[in-house]
Structures are given as structure tokens and as C-alpha cells.
Nanobody, 121 residues
Framework: RFSCRRLGGGLVQPGGSLRLSCAAS????????IGWFRQAPGKEREWVSCIGVSEGSSSYPDSVKGRFTISRDSAKDTVYLQMNSLKPEDTAVYYC??????????????WGKGTQVTVSS
């Protein structure tokens, strides 16, 4: 089982920050590449970030580069997405997903339930 959680409220003002966490109860995240994705109403799902099995290997699309940071806590076997300088266009349901090494973002195997992030004044 996969769970994606917000650490903090789901409604944040533009320019604010929010952190999401991703954990699993049935398998070990450390063995998988982990990705964050989002889907806004009426839009296709969009890739937000990937982190490889090695903590140093992360990637982002231009839309979030410099504002979002993906990281791992090996001790807690948890992956985080720190989102800063949030914009209204970041409003979406956010999902985390797991893939075999090298599979992020186009070969995700397991998906968590999404969590709503709303950026609005």
C-alpha cells in the first residue's frame, strides 16, 4: 500500500510552501525510483519530479525546477516533496508513484492515492 500525505494544510497562499510525504507499508521505497505527479481538473497528469535509488539523482521539469525539491529519508523509508514559491497553477491532486530503477517518470509501476494541494489567495 502506498500513502501520500500533506505535511501541513492543503490550502496555501501564493508564494507559500508545503511538503508532501510518500510512504509504503507493503514494500521498501529505498529499492525503487520514486516520482511525484500531479493532475489538475481538466488537464492531463503531469510529471513533477523523480528521485532515483541513489539520493543524488533527481530530476524536474522546467515548470517546477528551482521551486520543488524531492528527497529521501532512508531511516524512515519516506520520500518528500518540498514545494516552495507555490503558484496558483500548482493547484492539483498530487500523487507519488514507484518504479524499478530507471523507470521514472515513464514506467511507474505502483501509484499512491492522491492528495489535494490548492494554491489560492
Amino acid at each position: 500500500r502506498f500513502s501520500c500525505r500533506r505535511l501541513g494544510g492543503g490550502l496555501v497562499q501564493p508564494g507559500g510552501s508545503l511538503r508532501l510525504s510518500c510512504a509504503a507499508s507493503k514494500f521498501t521505497l529505498a529499492y525503487y525510483a520514486i516520482g511525484w505527479f500531479r493532475q489538475a481538473p481538466g488537464k492531463e497528469r503531469e510529471w513533477v519530479s523523480c528521485i532515483g535509488v541513489s539520493e543524488g539523482s533527481s530530476s524536474y521539469p522546467d515548470s517546477v525546477k528551482g521551486r520543488f525539491t524531492i528527497s529521501r529519508d532512508s531511516a524512515k523509508d519516506t520520500v518528500y516533496l518540498q514545494m516552495n514559491s507555490l503558484k496558483p497553477e500548482d493547484t492539483a491532486v498530487y500523487y507519488c508513484a514507484a518504479a524499478i530503477p530507471g523507470g521514472c517518470p515513464h514506467g511507474m509501476d505502483y501509484w499512491g492515492k492522491g492528495t489535494q494541494v490548492t494554491v489560492s489567495s
